[in-house]
């Protein structure tokens, strides 16, 4: 009678430690969502900004050179 029900304790445990090790996953996953939709709006702003220096170069007829 031990075994049998130290092998429910144990199976009850693994799925106990899968369950919070899942919840950790889904944590981490959403912030890394949350730091690429951030990271894309700061390279989008970057993008417009260099756009719009670069339409004001060109309105002014300026080169890189």
Do not use: H, S, Y
Not at 32 to 45: E, H, K, P, S, Y
């Amino acid at each position: 009678m031990f075994w049998p029900m130290l092998a429910i304790a144990l199976g009850f445990l693994g799925t106990a430690v899968l369950g919070v090790l899942a919840v950790k996953v889904f944590v981490e996953a959403q912030r890394l969502g949350r730091q690429v939709a951030a990271t894309t709006d700061r390279i989008n702003r970057a993008a417009e900004d260099l756009e719009r220096a670069a339409t004001g170069l060109a309105a002014a007829g300026e080169t890189l050179r």
